[in-house]
């Protein structure tokens, strides 16, 4: 028994609520979605959670086709990704290869790949987690960003052979209209087609070839360090850390996330060794070491674990660390 969840990295999806406050008036804070959260750019979400997210984003606006009124913002060069820019190379096949190769930190279980036929190249997106109408506002906010890549290589009037669209057709006019060409919908999978020839575009300000990039090893590890969907205890671990964002994760609400009741979890813990207090202990007291490390305070941590007071914290980090946070700080200081 696997709980096979897909994850996505706060800032790949951050530009979507960019958008939906700029076109829109509504923040994140109306969607019930914690600052906390989009404060991290590196903090990973459930897909489930997105999936919830773009159904209630289509009920607030009142449109169907919402996504595509945010083209603008749906682009790579405004993710807050520090360390890496997917569009900074000197042609379009290169950013390609980053943008299908990177993406893979960044979204779990999604594939981004090359398909060739004769001289027609697609683009493809392809994501198992999204089902019905999420998979349309899902498959069109991707198609958009590399849409807007090749434009960015392509120039601004540029013209793909066609798009193919993974859900039910929304907005098929204002559909056509923005990517100014024809658009299959309820296809297989997410694909823009294009002529070979465009792959060896040049962008219009090249970057160094050779430019250095150099981020904190911690930042670097937290790169590697994304779940895969069947990595039953890492991807239990993620969703732990994710509840905690909305209070103390507790088995109801580590629970809800995974969609089944709260004697499955626990059957499905027991199945793996695990107990919910014991690892969930853990797993809060890791993430304080991290904060720590960032120089947040205790206080600050006490919030963002999602704990009462900061003797409750403390009580539960000395269970697992053998001390005080207080005294682990004093500990790593320099």
């Known amino acids: 028994m696997k709980f096979n ?10 530009t979507v609520f960019t958008g939906v406050e700029r076109v829109y008036g509504i923040s994140t804070k109306e969607l019930n979605i914690p600052q906390a959260l989009m404060d991290e750019p590196m903090a990973l979400i459930p897909f489930g959670q997105i999936c919830h997210w773009l159904e209630r984003l289509e009920q607030v606006t009142q449109d169907s086709a919402y996504m595509l009124r945010l083209a603008q913002y749906l682009d790579f060069s405004r993710l807050n ?18 943008i299908n190769y990177g993406i893979a930190s960044f979204h779990s279980g999604a594939s981004y790949y090359i398909i060739q036929s004769g001289k027609i190249i697609k683009w493809c997106y392809r994501n198992p987690y999204a089902f019905n109408q999420h998979k349309t506002h899902d ?14 290589f392509l120039g601004g009037d540029y013209r793909p052979l066609q798009i193919h669209i993974s859900g039910p057709a929304v907005g098929r006019q204002e559909a056509e209209s923005l990517f100014n060409c024809p658009v299959i919908w309820n296809a297989p999978q997410t694909e823009i087609w294009i002529g070979t020839d465009a792959l ?9 070839e050779n430019s250095t990039v150099s981020m904190p090893r911690s930042l670097f590890e937290q790169y590697l360090d994304m779940p895969q969907p ?27 996330l995974f969609n089944i009741s ?3 979890l626990q059957r499905r813990l027991q199945l793996h060794g695990f107990n919910f207090t014991s690892i969930c202990g853990y797993i809060l007291s890791n993430q304080a070491i ?5 120089d947040r305070s205790i206080e600050e941590i006490t919030q963002l674990l999602g704990y009462a007071n900061k003797q409750s914290f403390s009580k539960a980090f000395k269970r697992f660390r053998n001390c005080t946070p207080q005294q682990y700080l004093e500990r790593i200081k320099p």
């Open 81 to 98: 990704i520090p360390g890496i820019s997917f569009l900074a190379t000197t042609d379009l096949a290169m950013s390609v290869r980053r």
């Open 230 to 256: 069947h990595d039953t205890p890492k991807v239990l671990f993620e969703m732990v850390n994710y509840a905690r964002y909305y209070g103390l994760p507790t088995v109801d609400s580590v629970a809800a």
């Open 262 to 264: 709260r004697q499955q």
């Open 139 to 152: 498959s069109l906010r991707v198609a958009i960003m590399l849409f807007n890549t090749l434009k960015h």
């Open 200 to 208: 060896v575009q040049q962008a219009n300000l090249l970057t160094a």
């Open 290 to 294: 991290k904060y720590m490390l960032d």
């Open 5 to 14: 969840t897909s994850f996505i990295r706060a800032c790949y999806i951050s």
